[in-house]
């Protein structure tokens, strides 16, 4: 008999079975109670006297929230007594496998909650000795029952249970009748938890307390289970090229400051943005040219002229070209002198035609055809008070319409005048209708309109002799004709 409960506490403490909590998966339990037997002559739940003890070893293994599963051995007497009389007495060792229902399971309590109850059920045997009874035999048992732990400490539980037995047997006690015989186990005792917490990962820092479960082995972590990141930037150090200083994960933890998706390391211009082409430096307007060596970095230029711009194509960038816009030379600070006249088409009057300087560009006037707007000065004559051209001045006339024919590229204005004799408003009136007369003689015989730039009385305001004799006031009533170019 001691051999066979050797065997069955050994069993227990070396059996792989399952149970307790999440840290400390593995719990062995060591209780005392009292057997209660239930059967053909009877039951003694509530008889204390007397007392069949028994001695009661668990070990438990930790599956999840809801449930722990175990095997528990325990050994003691099983018996009826009453009247002074002991109908039988027999020495039990059972061994099981026992399930436990947890309600500390996060769901109905919390799993960390003091108390914390269970249910169990489970499958094992009963072996029976003794000279009173049937014994040496062995029975199959089906323990059922509730329990409770409360817990002292993270690795120490008080735990009671109260758990009936069923079995396939109804011979133990002597008599056989119609039920099988059972019988209860209460037992009350501690339990000690042991184990260490899951490190899936190996660096100290328990599954759930880690918030990075897979880092790599060797590295180091922080509290919370995270690889070290001394910079803050989210890159681990150990993945870090830069652990230092903070940077981003494109460049391996390393800085791009200026965020133009070069590396501070390979930027020659770490604090503005730029383009690869130059190292990380700018170049702002897109010429080729980077900033630091453009002479007009915001202007797309040419590399020849250090990034200015030469929009004519002449050679002479903007900035020195007065004429940016037209091929010139440097002779001319860029402008064109397309009639060659040695006056730039910007300050000529005349740019396809050759001049001189004082006429601004403008060929100088013939002198004959000077002579003839001399003659036409007093040689063109109204009637009094009228603007119709006498018939005496059409030769004239017809001199300025031959000078226009055979000199295209001149223009005319046409400004009358008169003496003083009369109203001011009325002479003012009668100088611009002998204008307009002339004007219209000229269209008549083929000068084209727009030849005639300017048409316009001045009334007797601008005399160029006296009013006070006849010979003044003739010279002052004249039609004059000026040559644009």
């Known amino acids: 008999m001691k051999r066979l409960f050797t065997l069955v506490i050994l069993s227990l403490m070396l059996t792989v079975a399952f149970g307790q909590n999440a840290d400390k998966k593995w719990a062995v339990g060591l209780m005392g109670g009292k057997t209660v037997y239930n059967g ?3 039951a003694d739940f509530l008889e204390f006297s007397p007392f069949y003890g028994l001695f009661s070893a668990s070990i438990d293994r ?10 528990q051995g325990e050994y003691g007497d099983l018996g009826y007594f009453e009247a002074a009389k002991t109908y039988f007495l027999l020495q039990k060792t059972d061994v099981f496998l026992l399930a436990k229902y947890k309600f500390n399971n996060g769901y109905i309590f919390k799993e960390d909650a003091v108390i914390a109850p269970y249910l169990c059920l489970g499958v094992g045997g009963a072996y029976y000795s003794g000279d009173k009874g049937d ?19 993270d690795w120490l539980a008080l735990q009671y249970q109260f758990r009936y037995n069923f079995t396939n047997e109804d011979k133990r006690d002597l008599k056989v009748a119609e039920d099988n015989d059972g019988f209860a186990s209460n037992s009350l005792g501690a339990i000690f938890s042991f184990g260490a917490p899951k490190d899936s990962d190996k660096d100290g820092v328990p599954d759930k307390s880690d918030n990075c479960p897979d880092t790599p082995a060797g590295v180091s972590v922080t509290a919370d289970g995270c690889p070290v990141d001394v910079d803050g930037d989210g890159i681990a150090d150990y993945l870090d090229k830069c652990k230092d200083i903070k940077g981003i994960a494109a460049f391996e933890g390393c800085p791009d400051s200026d965020n133009d998706g070069i590396q501070d390391s390979e930027d020659d211009c770490p604090a503005v943005p730029g383009v690869a082409a130059f190292k990380g430096c700018p170049d702002t307007d897109g010429d080729g040219v980077k900033d630091s060596e453009d002479a007009c970095p915001n202007v797309k230029g040419l590399p020849e002229f250090k990034g200015c711009p030469d929009t004519d194509g002449d050679g002479i960038t903007d900035a020195e070209d007065k004429c940016p816009f037209d091929v010139g030379t440097k002779e001319n600070k860029g402008c064109p002198d397309t009639d060659g006249d040695g006056i730039i088409d910007l300050e000529d009057k005349c740019p396809t035609v050759p001049g ?16 003839v707007f001399e003659k036409a000065l007093q040689g063109i004559q109204f009637e009094t008070g009228k603007a119709v051209i006498k018939g005496i001045s059409y030769q004239i006339l017809n001199d300025v319409v031959k000078v226009m024919q055979e000199n295209p590229e001149y223009n005319l204005s046409i ?26 003689y000229l269209l008549d015989k083929g000068v084209s309109e727009n030849r005639i730039i300017e048409v316009k009385g001045f009334g007797e305001t601008t005399p160029v002799a006296t009013n006070e004799t006849a010979a003044g006031r003739q ?11």
């Open 415 to 440: 400004f009358g005048h008169t003496d003083n004799v009369g109203a001011d408003d009325k002479n003012m009136t009668l100088s611009q209708e002998r204008a307009l007369a002339v004007k219209t």
């Open 475 to 485: 010279q002052n009533r004249r039609v004059e004709f000026k040559v644009v170019f």
């Open 356 to 371: 001189i300087i004082e006429n601004k560009g403008c060929p100088e006037v013939k002198e004959e055809v000077k002579k």
């Open 40 to 42: 053909d002559y009877g």
């Open 135 to 153: 014994a040496e035999g062995m029975d199959l048992v089906i323990p059922a029952g509730i329990g409770v732990k409360v817990n002292m400490l």
């Open 62 to 71: 930790y599956l999840n929230p809801s449930f722990d599963l175990g095997i």
